[in-house]
């Protein structure tokens, strides 16, 4: 079992459409969640990071931790064709050398 | 702005050659760190290095060396490259240990190609 599981897609969704991008894990020590995200022939871009549990919101966009449930996810609201990209989950432990671990990716097309 | 520079984008060589890629900060963060990116299986360690002359294996080392004689510079060796060794390679950097977000900032990727 993989230590971190994202859903691969591709998710294809209409322009102004909620998109909902989810990850679970299983080491229950990780403190540091992350989502990248990555264009097309691109290095992946951090986007949203929270600490431990809880909600953080940056414009259209919503990272949500809930750490009992082992379980991440990013809300993307009124999607736009630009947010066409991979999105990557990523977490790590607290200390140690910034060792991420994570998710395979989810591929996102938001068609106009 | 963060830049980490990968000398090669595309790259396309025989079984057996031995392969550099290298990657150049101008940051001057200590560590730096080689990914690889395979489809569903998203990025995966091969090495990192947190400071000149030191490294440490990632999870997937086999097959790879890597190279840090200056700060600025982490250098990715397959010694005789392989078919299972086509991927992209990211390199990225961070500074500091611990206490921070671990952000990382990547490059543009290089993609290999062993034929």
């Known amino acids: 079992q993989k230590e971190v599981e994202q859903d691969p897609g591709p998710l294809s969704v209409p322009e102004g459409a909620i998109v909902s991008l989810n990850c679970t894990y299983s080491?229950?020590?990780?403190?540091?969640f992350m989502w990248y995200r990555q264009y097309s022939r691109k290095g992946p871009e951090l986007l949203m990071y929270?600490?431990?549990?809880g909600n953080k919101e940056d414009g259209r966009f919503t990272a949500q931790v809930d750490k009992s449930s082992k379980y991440i996810s990013l809300f993307i609201r009124d999607s736009q064709p630009s947010d066409s990209a991979t999105y990557l989950c990523?977490?790590?432990?607290?200390?140690?050398?910034?060792?991420?671990?994570f998710g395979a990716g989810t591929r996102l097309a938001v068609h106009p | 702005d963060v830049k980490v520079t990968q000398s090669s984008r595309y790259l396309v060589k025989r079984t057996g050659e031995k392969v550099f890629l290298e990657c150049v900060q101008d940051m001057d963060h200590e560590n730096m760190f080689w990914y690889r990116q395979d489809p569903g299986l998203g990025l995966r360690l091969i090495y990192f290095s947190y400071d000149v002359k030191m490294k440490e294996k990632g999870d997937i080392p086999e097959g790879y060396s890597v190279s840090r004689e200056k700060k600025e510079r982490f250098s990715l060796i397959l010694e005789s490259a392989s078919t299972n060794q086509t991927s992209m390679y990211l390199c990225?950097?961070?500074?500091?240990?611990?206490?921070?977000?671990?952000?990382?900032?990547f490059g543009e990727g290089s993609r290999l190609t062993v034929l």
């Open positions: 929270t600490y431990s549990s």
């Open positions: 990523a977490m790590r432990l607290s200390g140690g050398y910034n060792k991420l671990i």
């Open positions: 080491n229950s020590a990780f403190q540091y």
């Open positions: 990225a950097i961070t500074g500091g240990r611990g206490g921070s977000t671990g952000e990382l900032f």
